[in-house]
């Protein structure tokens, strides 16, 4: 009797001490924190060289982090780039390019994403922001829950803007409904042609416009913007785009306060600094480059009050903060908020040559922190690194296992993330209009058949990369792409145009 008795308690006991200690697990994997600025260009933030404007609180994330040199988003475009880094796979392989503000979800819902590597991990996932990846299965209905959705790919939480700043439907979804939305009051959307009883139309009504937009952004006028898209309903619900920092910095605060006993995982995805650029007035000539540069200073403040929340709550210390941008810098992107006019010595790429949709270095390579107090040592890295390897990477972290189908492209460079070491990809594939590799210093752009541009390119402050012939660059001695060796380096051109075969071919994570 005695005996059963001890018994019992000595698997209590056990029970005990291993439940204990899986939960000591849990609580030694850090929180982390994505910060996803949109259109941020490596020569956007002042540690990495900005002039017209400060950003003092990502500065100080750096001084506290690691600053990246030579890290790249997997493209030169939104929903390419946010598909491979939820997904770990390269966005041609999902046929994600820029999507319409009523397309369907992209991503495969049986597809294990990073959200979902770190739920198995015992993570509390958030998305708070630009979504941009489809929503429903197609013919969205914005009057009921919308899904499959951030819920369906991982996200235990999500508050959305649906697609972009500049696509209707310009409303707020949180966990896949329209927040504010009235019954009396319906929404309708439609990507091709007008809805009786929309919104008034931008191209017709000029005089309701804040800022002037290029004809691809003047359908339906809400909070005085034209946008790409009509719009009808929903006016209770519509987002006053001045306020999109605040509403989104405040869910994503909440976020973090509610889970601050668990680890969590939030990927807050701001609309700045987008165009349609409206800062806040708080935050108006904030900077000496207009509309442009104040919105980055807005951002800036964004990261701040992460940072304090962080702080409040005890958990700075072991919250891994990985701040970077989707593509690179673009100053008419189909607005006009004199971005150009007012840039003065300000460069946005930094030393680099193009711009978002270009295959030329600064259309993906991001400037990138990563601070995490409990976990790295301050320091800078120009290691090569591409976003698409996080996923691979943090399931290294967090000790989760990867199936042969999980992640198709991602590699495993947690050293180099974490500072450890400064070794990087060995090649690195990068997709905008034309696809780019880097091997070392070398760059590689693979010749179009065509140099015929799509139409809406042509007026642009882009730079595509388009050529007939292989380009070939020596990032070393040329960091601006000037001077095409292609010529003279026939090996170096075979090496990395078969590498890019390969990656076409298959997934390339082994
Ligand atoms: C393009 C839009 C551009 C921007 C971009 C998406 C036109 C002519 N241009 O199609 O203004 O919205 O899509 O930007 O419509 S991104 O950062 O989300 O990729
Ligand atoms: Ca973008």
Request: aromatic letters at 10%; proline letters at 6%; a negative charge.
């Amino acid at each position: 009797m005695k005996n059963s008795i001890l018994h019992k308690i000595a698997w209590v006991l056990l029970i005990t001490i291993c439940f204990a200690s899986v939960n000591a697990q849990k609580k030694k994997n850090p929180n982390i924190v994505i910060i996803y600025v949109d259109d941020l260009g490596f020569g956007d933030l002042g540690v990495n060289g900005a002039v017209g404007v400060k950003t003092p609180n990502v500065d100080a994330l750096a001084a506290n982090g690691i600053n990246f040199t030579d890290a790249h988003s997997s493209a030169a475009t939104c929903t390419p780039s946010r598909y491979s880094l939820l997904t770990g796979s390269y966005a041609f392989r999902g046929k994600a390019a820029i999507l319409a503000g009523d397309a369907p979800l992209i991503i495969d819902t049986e597809m294990r994403t990073l959200p979902d590597m770190l739920k198995d991990a015992g993570y509390k996932t958030g998305v708070v922001g630009k979504w941009h990846l489809g929503l429903g299965d197609g013919n969205v209905n914005w009057n009921t829950k919308v899904t499959p959705g951030p819920k369906e790919v991982g996200f235990d939480y999500s508050f959305l803007i649906p697609a972009t700043g500049d696509r209707v439907p310009t409303v707020f979804m949180e966990n896949q409904e329209v927040v504010g939305l009235e019954k009396e009051d319906p929404i309708t959307v439609d990507y091709k042609k007008n809805i009786p009883g929309g919104y008034p139309v931008g191209r017709e009504h000029p005089e309701l416009l804040k800022q002037h937009a290029d004809d691809q952004h003047a359908s339906s006028v809400t909070n005085g913007i034209s946008r790409i898209g009509y719009m009808k309903g929903g006016e209770n619900a519509l987002w006053i785009d001045e306020n999109i920092p605040f509403v989104l910095t405040d869910k994503a605060t909440h976020f973090i306060d509610k889970h601050k006993e668990n680890p969590f995982f939030l990927f807050f995805s701001l609309h700045d600094i987008h165009q349609p650029r409206t800062p806040n007035k708080k935050f108006v000539e904030s900077s000496e480059m207009g509309p442009r540069g104040d919105v980055i200073t807005q951002m800036d403040w964004c990261v701040g009050e992460i940072m304090k929340q962080l702080d409040k709550n005890g958990i700075k210390e072991n919250t891994m903060i990985i701040f970077s941008s989707d593509n690179g810098p673009i100053l008419d992107d189909g607005y006009l908020d004199y971005a150009i006019e007012l840039l003065g010595e300000h460069n946005p790429g930094g030393p680099y040559r193009g711009s978002k949709y270009s295959v030329y270095e600064a259309g993906t390579r991001m400037p990138t922190v990563i601070s995490w107090p409990a976990g790295i040592q301050p320091g800078t890295s120009n290691a090569l690194l591409s976003q698409v390897d996080l996923y691979a990477s943090l399931a290294a972290l967090v000790g989760q296992k990867l199936k042969k189908a999980d992640a198709p492209d991602s590699e495993n460079l947690l050293d180099a993330w974490l500072g450890k070491s400064q070794k990087g990809r060995e090649m690195l594939f990068e997709q905008a209009y034309a696809y780019g590799i880097r091997k070392g210093n070398y760059k590689y752009i693979h010749p179009k058949k065509s140099d015929k541009l799509p139409e809406w390119i042509k007026n642009k402050f882009v730079d595509p990369g388009y050529s007939t012939v292989p380009m070939l660059f020596n990032l070393d001695k040329d960091p601006g792409e000037t001077q095409n060796i292609a010529e003279s380096h026939p090996e170096m051109v075979k090496e990395m145009a078969a590498y890019l075969e390969k990656v076409l071919e298959k997934p390339t994570r082994k």
